[in-house]
């Protein structure tokens, strides 16, 4: 099978799904919107409202932000894959339950192995600890992790982990901004860094 019948397929699976009570109050489950392979792969924690409504990962308030965020290193967002740990948004837009994101586990897990991404940024504390915990490494606090370069080369690949705050942590908190468009440049120079253009 083709990459591209594969994506097709998975996010056929993903939109179809009834792996758990959320396939009973979503509107449209979200498998993730971008290039396949991608360089980069931004995943974050589950869909809300807007991206409920009409299927695409962060359209909303957060996804302005991250918008904003990438026009300011200069990578449009067209260049990039959006995904979230939790396919489907959880009523009134509350954190994912661990049986939720264990049970949406599956997809995002293919996700990483067909996207074969070089660089993960993982938005929010629910995204990385996914992230880093699959890659066998016990995060401390959002807090102390975020801007972190994480090297992993038991994956067959080289790959960059690189954990941030969620977006939409800059709607209650302004001076995240600050700190986030820092972890937006250090995922800049790992960029330039890299051999593959
Ligand atoms: N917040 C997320 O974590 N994901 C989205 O798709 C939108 C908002």
């Known amino acids: 099978m083709t990459t591209e019948n594969e994506r097709t397929k998975l996010d056929e699976a993903v939109r179809t799904c009834t792996r758990c009570p959320l396939a009973e109050t979503r509107t449209n489950a979200v498998p993730g919107d971008g290039p396949v392979p991608t360089r980069i792969l931004f995943i974050g924690e589950a869909p ?3 991206e409920d409504t ?3 990962p962060f359209v909303g308030r957060a996804g302005s932000i991250l918008d904003g965020l990438l ?7 067209d260049e990039v ?3 979230n740990i939790v396919k489907c948004r959880p009523p009134k837009n509350r954190d994912p339950t661990n049986e939720e994101i264990e049970a949406c586990r599956p997809y ?4 990483l192995v067909l996207l074969c991404p070089e660089v993960i940024v993982p938005l929010g504390r629910f995204a990385m600890r996914w992230v880093l915990e699959s890659y066998g490494i016990t995060p401390g606090p959002i807090s102390e ?3 972190t370069v994480f090297r992993i080369h038991n994956t067959g690949c080289e790959q960059v982990i690189i954990p941030v705050y969620h977006p939409a942590a800059t709607i209650y ?3 995240f901004r600050e700190v986030l468009a820092a972890d937006f440049e250090t995922i800049r120079e790992v960029l330039e860094q890299s ?3």
Do not use: D, Y
Not at 71 to 77: D, L, T
């Open 48 to 50: 809300g409202r807007n």
């Open 54 to 56: 009409k299927g695409i």
């Open 71 to 77: 026009e300011g290193i200069g990578v449009a967002r």
């Open 81 to 83: 894959f959006i995904t």
């Open 108 to 111: 995002l897990e293919r996700q």
């Open 145 to 147: 992790v975020h801007g």
């Open 173 to 175: 908190r302004p001076a």
């Open 195 to 197: 051999l593959i253009p």
